[in-house]
């Protein structure tokens, strides 16, 4: 298990711009593939982006592509995502995640063992 806590989500108008920060704890952050889920009010919790361990590749679901940007500060044990352009159908509870694996890149909900406490993003019309 990888300690995670989440910041930087709150309110925001719509086009508008967010950073959420995920600090892990431990010295295995950098060989471990790295994602952010969200999780909207009722619903399961939905792939949002993720990140090679290597830091060479980077996924995004469809919904956020060319306004989300995840990256990972190998040498600061944190992980990010630059969230532009918000919308309010992006308002959720989002959480990071470290791969259960060292040197794995599979990014299905099930490859994610450990998870931050959540931060909520709120995007208003």
């Known amino acids: 298990q990888v300690p995670l806590v989440e910041s930087g989500g709150g309110l925001v108008q719509a086009g508008g711009s967010l950073r959420l920060s995920c600090a892990a704890s431990?010295?295995?952050?950098?060989?471990?593939?790295m994602g952010w889920f969200r999780q909207f009010p009722g619903k399961e919790r939905e792939f949002v982006a993720a990140i090679t361990w290597t830091a060479s590749s980077t996924y995004y679901a469809d919904s956020v592509k060319g306004r989300f940007t995840i990256f990972r500060d190998n040498a600061a044990n944190t992980l990010y995502l630059q969230m532009n352009n918000l919308k309010p159908e992006d308002t959720a509870v989002y959480y990071c995640a470290a791969h259960s694996r060292l040197n794995r890149n599979t990014f299905q909900l099930a490859d994610f063992s450990s998870w931050g406490q959540g931060t909520q993003v709120t995007v208003s019309s």
């Open positions: 431990g010295s295995t952050f950098s060989s471990r593939a």
